[in-house]
């Protein structure tokens, strides 16, 4: 029998020698299951149930939504802001009361959900009147007409008067029968603080201790009671300064009907009395000890049982209090005494010797943090109104600067032409026109422009497209006078004097290539390369030259002067002494032409001819035919009888070839050296 009680780890046992075999539980020593205490900390319960994530959340009364309750709103009311002195319209520049949209939904911008509980949704969302983040609580319930009890949280918040450890009031507004409460947002709570921290740092401990005796000293020094303190109520900002929030079971205790429909708040953090009674101030400080002890301690607090008892009773094993202080033990314990009236009030508490230098040094960091927020957010101010001036006043520069750029397109393209548009490269305009040279607009409407500034031999995609969509006529040929119309005869005739304006492409050396030659060369027809050139017309006593384009003093008042007079002087000859004047330009042109070419053959020899500096020196020599046979005086053995009369008369030239020799025999003679090292070809 001893033997079968003792294996507690057998299945079954057998019940005496005679009995049948009955199968009974095997039953676990009683030291095995009992805890030493039914209190432990968070992180002890964590260790045995891996899953658990914290305490229950909180029963609700109405069925919590699915979805946000922001999509089932429908608005059919305008909304009323609640006031002190009853409902009034709520007006916002950015509300528009067609729109089908919510108040919040036009006025705000959603961030997203930050909390559910049992009264509603909290939204964290930016106000776009002034761009501040906000907290915005939204009631679950649609909250029906008779029901003013709905209204409290927001009526009692908007009561109290704002303190730096109490979550600040805004403004709440009913619509579509549901209450939204605007508040400060706050970076999380202190349960999800202490969920993540477990046992705070005594430091914080006190920090959070003076904060939350201040936010209750607040209150109660306006006869009001919280009633509803609790970690999950209690708010930190992202300066982890406390601040108490959630006044949805504030008493007010001036209001015999507060007292009379008072609720009890979350039994964790309920006081013992408040069981058989109404709350009080004491309750409040008792809720506020055990609040302390969760965060002191890690305490995973019991919310019925005998460990709610032990706790009320003030057995709470010693081990909790393992590393802290006797002073917060004290004060600690002295706030969850079991009487009411022999705990300390929070003037008391605060008054406190220990108390007075963490107040002094916590309110000097707090006045540090609203300091540096100003200064932050005055800086931020500066900076914005600084670019603000800068731009202010660098826009007219800007501008002024971009006018000066389009002056002097235009005036270059006046310049250049009067009566024909100017079309810079780089605007948008050509731009435009390259796209539409893309999509085929251009070849319906291209219209050839004249002023390329780019590289004659490779324009840019959009200038070749827009030219090969052109149609172009053919160029002029050089010194055509047979046009019909004076004006084109008087083009003609300043054209003759500046030949290399109108030299086709090909005859021309690019050395000779002007500006103004490329521009003529892109005309497109006779008629405008002409207006072109009579825009270089010089005045008279000024060469004809296309310097005058580069003097910026030469303006086009100047060329039209000159061009008028120009003209007058050209009516103004007899038809002989225009002939006559034609022929000599006619002369000049031909003298040019050959300048011209033999300049092509100096800057491009072809290959395998004579060098420069040879051709040169043969330039000036006369040209007379070399037959070096003559040079011998003694006639040919192998001459035949046809030949004799040609002898005779070669021999007549010979001395007239040898004196041609002598005289210029030093310059032959370097010449000859010079062909040794060419091929000759030129010879
Ligand atoms: N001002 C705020 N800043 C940041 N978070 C907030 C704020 N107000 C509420 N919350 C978050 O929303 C949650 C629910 O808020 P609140 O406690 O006010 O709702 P409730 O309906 O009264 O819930 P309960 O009745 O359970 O207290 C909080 O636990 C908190 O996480
Ligand atoms: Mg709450």
């Known amino acids: 029998m001893d033997e079968s009680l003792g294996n507690s780890s057998m299945d079954s046992i057998e019940v005496g020698p005679t009995s049948p075999r009955v199968l009974v539980t095997p039953r676990i020593p009683a030291a095995v299951m009992m805890r030493e205490t039914p209190l432990s900390t968070k992180r002890e319960r964590q260790a045995m149930t891996p899953r658990y994530r914290g305490p229950m959340p909180k029963i609700f009364k109405s069925q919590q939504p699915q979805r946000s309750i922001l999509s089932m709103t429908r608005k059919d009311t305008t909304p009323q802001l609640l006031t002190p002195h009853g409902p009034q319209p709520l007006e916002s520049p950015l509300y528009d009361h067609k729109n089908a949209q919510s108040f919040l939904e036009q006025t705000f911008k959603i961030d997203e959900i930050i909390g559910r509980g049992s009264f509603g949704e909290v939204f964290a969302a930016r106000c776009l009147e002034d761009s501040r983040l906000y907290a915005v609580k939204v009631s679950i319930a649609p909250i029906r007409q008779h029901s003013i009890s709905k209204y409290r949280e927001a009526e009692l918040h908007m009561l109290i008067p704002p303190h730096k450890n109490l979550v600040r009031f805004y403004r709440a507004w009913v619509e579509t029968d549901r209450l939204y409460i605007q508040t400060e947002l706050c970076e999380q ?107 002191a301690t890690d305490l995973d607090v019991p919310s019925s049982g005998d460990a709610w008892h032990q706790i009320r009773n003030g057995q709470i094993p010693p081990r909790f209090f393992v590393g802290i202080s006797p002073i917060l033990q004290d004060l600690i314990k002295s706030m969850l005494d079991k009487d009411p009236l022999k705990r300390p009030t929070s003037q008391t ?72 548009q100017h079309t810079p490269i780089h605007t948008p305009e050509n731009s435009k026109a390259y796209s539409e040279s893309l999509t085929g607009v251009a070849l319906r409407q291209a219209v050839p422009s004249p002023f390329d500034f780019s590289d004659d031999e490779n324009p840019p995609h959009s200038q070749r497209r827009l030219f090969q969509s052109a149609p172009v006529p053919p160029f002029p040929s050089r010194l055509n006078f047979d046009d019909d119309d004076d004006e084109d005869e008087e083009q003609a005739t300043c054209s003759s004097s500046n030949s290399s304006a109108i030299e086709p492409i090909g005859d021309v050396s690019p050395r000779f290539r002007r500006p103004v030659t490329s521009m003529v060369q892109r005309e497109s027809t006779p008629k405008s390369a002409r207006r072109l050139l009579s825009a270089y017309r010089p005045s008279p006593g000024l060469s004809p030259t296309t310097s005058n384009f580069h003097n910026p003093s030469f303006s086009h008042q100047d060329h039209q002067a000159s061009g008028d007079g120009f003209n007058n002087n050209m009516s103004m000859l007899t038809d002989q002494e225009r002939t006559e004047k034609y022929r000599r330009m006619q002369q000049t042109e031909q003298h040019r032409d050959w300048i011209d070419r033999a300049n092509v053959v100096d800057e491009a020899p072809p290959p395998m001819s004579c060098p420069p500096r040879i051709r040169r020196g043969t330039r000036d020599l006369p040209r007379l035919p070399l037959n070096f046979n003559l040079l011998d005086d003694e006639p040919s053995k192998k001459e035949g009888g046809d030949d004799v009369e040609q002898k005779r008369e070669d021999k007549k030239a010979a001395p007239e070839m040898r004196r041609f020799l002598r005289s210029n025999s030093k310059q032959l003679r370097s010449r000859t050296i010079s062909f040794q090292g060419s091929s000759g070809d030129e010879c």
Not at 286 to 293: A, D
Not at 396 to 411: D, K, L, M, T, Y
């Open 189 to 295: 709570s202190l349960q999800q603080y202490c969920l993540i921290k477990h046992a705070l740092p005594e430091k914080e401990i006190w920090n959070i201790s003076v904060d939350l005796l201040q936010a209750v000293h607040h209150l109660h020094s306006l006869d009001m009671i919280h009633d509803d303190i609790k970690p999950d109520n209690i708010f930190l900002t992202r300066h982890k300064i406390c601040k108490l929030g959630d006044f949805g079971l504030v008493i007010n205790l001036k209001n015999p009907n507060d007292v009379k429909s008072a609720e009890e708040g979350d039994s964790k953090y309920l006081a013992p009395e408040v069981l058989n009674g109404r709350p009080t101030k004491a309750s409040d400080i008792f809720s506020l000890g055990v609040t302390i002890l969760e965060a």
């Open 349 to 420: 508490l605060l008054a406190h010797a220990s108390m007075k230098r963490k107040i002094f040094m916590r309110s000097l960091y707090v006045k540090w943090v609203d300091t540096s927020d100003s200064l932050t957010s005055l800086f931020k101010w500066i900076l914005v109104w600084c670019m603000a001036f800068v731009s202010v006043v660098f826009r007219p520069v800007a501008w002024f600067h971009e006018e000066i750029q389009n002056r002097r397109s235009e005036i270059c393209a006046q310049f250049l032409n009067p009566h024909q």
